[in-house]
């Protein structure tokens, strides 16, 4: 495939043959489907697909010998001397034998065979798939060229002789086709780096303690496989044995090394820095972290944003359009303006080859590969290309509190002791703790263990009551308990986030904050002066909400809302403007898709990847920022592309209809056309954002 009308050629090809799923990226060149029960044989497609001019490629099949450089090279060397000889003989001197008619036609004649052949068969190719492409205008242009000048040679009238103008076209438009292909292979870097992550080797643990190096490909769950200090980790599994320091950048963004044992899981693609790990197989191939995320990538790359659809419709009916401008040229000059045949036929084929329906076309795809590309480098993973326009039309963003603006993990504001001394509150407290399961509990423990670090246990007899509190018993008979207000008799005075009571008596209660996450008030604050409103949705209790909402700047907020509520007001909030959700992508499922546009923080969760349509792999709410930068720089360059692309047509048509454009320059800039609107793409790679 060549361009974006070859790839829209096969999916109208594949959609008439009743096929599901249909994704064509042209610039990697892979096709993929859902077969279904209406769906003809993989022979009868790939025949089919033959007939409207594109070749499936397998494994085994052997590279053609007549690349596009080779093709290029060839024509560039029998093109140079007839457009030299054209420039002299514009200028009064004039070469012997390349004035001969009968030489001209002779070095033209390999370069037009190339040509004709080349854009002949994606011309006809396009046509049956209906939808004409560039080529269809270069294979007409160049043909009426040819035809012309045989004419002329046959007849001897040199006026009518212009077989450098047809070579020119061929040789030029091939060299443009050149430069664009290596352009885009340039926009999929990001994708190829993501891909060469997985190493091609693994080595497996046998039953008998053997060694063995296979295929990556050929990993099978549950084997066991032997990774060394600096290997690259082929699949995702789980530690068995050993202990080791493990890169994860590449997944996670997070550029320290993560330490891992026995029973920690591993990510395939990460390296193994320090150690000698075993791991086993959890998940292998596509299924893995890693494959789910070049999937995500590819079909991201290849989607459609709503901004492409204009382009689509004008492409679809662009070279028609052109094909009828070129013919009113050419009857309108030689007709109305007495302007001879050979002149108005020129000026008809400048129409033709100065037109580029490529530049349309690729004016959004490689900018959207270059964007989710930089994107993925950055850990973020976006669903589809209409995720990178559906950023830059937000305007509310809800946070909710407990693991994305803040850490999750509670320390102690303050312990009010009302009896026994600090050290023995401490060493109660540690008691009931260190047998609860509770997630806070943890939290505490390590804070009471800041403030009593040589603390010595109690031995009480702990016994945990589910949604109420822990209780334990000394030896002496005293019940001792700590949990919310649920564990007192009656409603205290004062609020307070847990108490300990002695036989039912309040000795202590306790305060507790929730740490903000590093950067949450940076990211506040770039949203704030992005225009867009801010919002906390939390399930938390109103004095704590408030607590982080003042920290953090943030004026609207709602406290102790249910998952049902949660959505019921992202619901709400996206009736009236396109709103965000950002969550942990578990508890918050249902509100990450309802929203206009879902982003889930969290360690690539698998209900992360299947509930937000872009996920933090790093967890960092830097990288929030960093999406809404890349995304709107995405949608600018988009823009900016297709502005080039419809400013280039504008300008250029009527130039060349009026007879002030010479083919072979038209022939030139057309071909450059398509690679100014890619390299703008290119710029977004390294463009400060």
């Known amino acids: 495939m060549s361009c974006v009308n070859c790839a829209q050629s096969i999916v109208n090809y594949l959609e008439e043959s009743q096929l599901d799923d249909i994704h064509v990226d042209f610039a990697t060149g892979k096709v993929a489907f859902t077969l279904n029960e209406n769906s003809p044989s993989l022979e009868s497609l ?4 033959q007939r409207i001019g594109y070749q499936v490629i397998s494994k085994d099949s052997k590279p053609k010998y007549w690349t596009l450089e080779r093709k290029l090279i060839l024509s560039a060397i029998l093109t140079i001397p007839l457009v030299l000889g054209h420039f002299l003989m514009m200028g009064g001197v ?10 001209q036609f002779a070095l033209a004649l390999p370069v037009i065979v190339i040509g004709l052949n080349h854009f002949g068969k994606s011309a006809i190719g396009s046509l049956r798939g209906g939808v004409p492409n560039m080529d269809v205008l270069v294979f007409v242009g160049g043909l009426a060229a040819t035809v012309y000048s045989l004419v002329g040679l046959v007849l001897h009238e040199p006026d009518y ?20 292909h290596r352009s885009v292979k340039q926009t999929t870097t990001a994708l190829s780096a993501l891909q060469d992550l997985v190493p091609a080797k693994a080595k497996k643990l046998m039953p008998s303690g053997a060694i063995v190096e296979i295929e990556t490909d050929d990993i099978q769950l549950g084997d066991i496989i032997q990774v060394n200090e600096g290997d690259r980790i082929a699949c995702d599994g789980k530690i068995v044995q050993g202990f080791g320091a493990i890169d994860e ?8 090394p993560v330490e891992k044992s026995v029973g920690q899981k591993t990510f395939g693609g990460t390296i193994l820095l320090q150690g000698n790990i075993q791991v086993k197989a959890m998940a292998v191939a596509d299924n893995s972290l890693l494959g789910k995320i070049i999937d995500l990538v590819e079909k991201a790359q290849n989607d459609k944003p709503p901004i492409q659809r204009l382009a689509d419709k004008i492409s679809a009916i662009f070279v028609p359009v052109v094909i009828s401008i070129a013919l009113l040229t050419f009857f309108i000059s030689w007709l109305a303006f007495d302007i001879s045949v050979t002149q108005a036929l020129i000026n008809s084929i400048a129409v033709l080859v100065i037109s580029c ?18 994107m993925a480098q950055q850990g973020i993973v976006i669903k589809g290309g209409q995720t990178v326009e559906a950023i830059k039309d937000i305007k509310n963003i809800v946070f909710d509190k407990t693991g994305t603006l803040t850490t999750g993990k509670f320390k102690i504001e303050n312990i009010n002791y009302l009896d026994h001394e600090k050290e023995r509150i401490h060493q109660i407290i540690n008691d009931l703790e260190s047998k609860s399961s509770h997630p806070l509990a943890w939290s505490l423990l390590a804070e009471i263990k800041k403030l009593s670090p040589n603390i010595s246990p109690l031995n009480l007899h702990v016994q945990e009551k589910k949604g109420v509190g822990i209780q334990g018993t000394d030896g002496d008979g005293r019940v001792f308990q700590i949990g919310s207000q649920r564990i007192l008799a009656q409603a205290p005075e004062e609020k307070h986030d847990l108490y300990l009571t002695e036989n039912g008596h309040v000795i202590a209660t306790i305060d507790l904050a929730d740490d903000l996450k590093a950067g949450a ?36 907020y709602f406290a102790e809302q249910l998952p049902q509520e949660k959505l019921e007001k992202i619901g709400e909030l996206s009736s009236h403007h396109p709103t965000a959700m950002v969550g942990d992508g578990i508890n918050d499922a249902p509100a990450l898709a309802k929203a206009s546009l879902g982003i889930s923080m969290g360690q690539a969760s698998a209900v992360a990847i299947d509930s937000a349509q872009v996920i933090l792999l790093n967890d960092h709410l830097s990288s ?24 280039y047509n504008v300008v250029a048509i009527p130039i060349a209809a009026m007879g002030y454009l010479n083919p072979m320059l038209g022939a030139m800039f057309m071909a450059f056309s398509d690679v100014v609107v890619i390299g703008n793409s290119l710029r977004l790679k390294r463009r400060r954002i």
């Open 357 to 374: 329906p490529c530049a349309m076309g690729l004016a959004t795809p490689t900018a959207v590969m270059v964007g989710v590309g930089r």
């Open 521 to 556: 008030k940076e990211t506040v604050d770039f949203f704030h002066r992005q225009g867009i409103e801010v919002i906390m949705l939390s399930g938390d209790r109103m004095e704590k909400v408030e607590q982080v909402a003042q920290k953090l700047g943030i004026k609207t």
């Open 46 to 49: 790939n025949k089919g697909l």
């Open 94 to 103: 004039t070469l012997g034998f390349l004035g001969n008619p009968y030489v």
């Open 624 to 647: 929030l920022e960093k999406a809404f930068r890349i995304g709107n720089s995405t949608v600018k360059t988009i823009r900016e592309n297709l502005f080039w692309a419809f400013a």
């Open 249 to 256: 950048s590449m997944i996670t963004g997070e550029s320290l």
């Open 161 to 180: 002789i212009f077989f450098e103008t047809a070579a020119s076209i061929f040789t030029l438009v091939l060299f443009g086709n050149y430069l664009e």
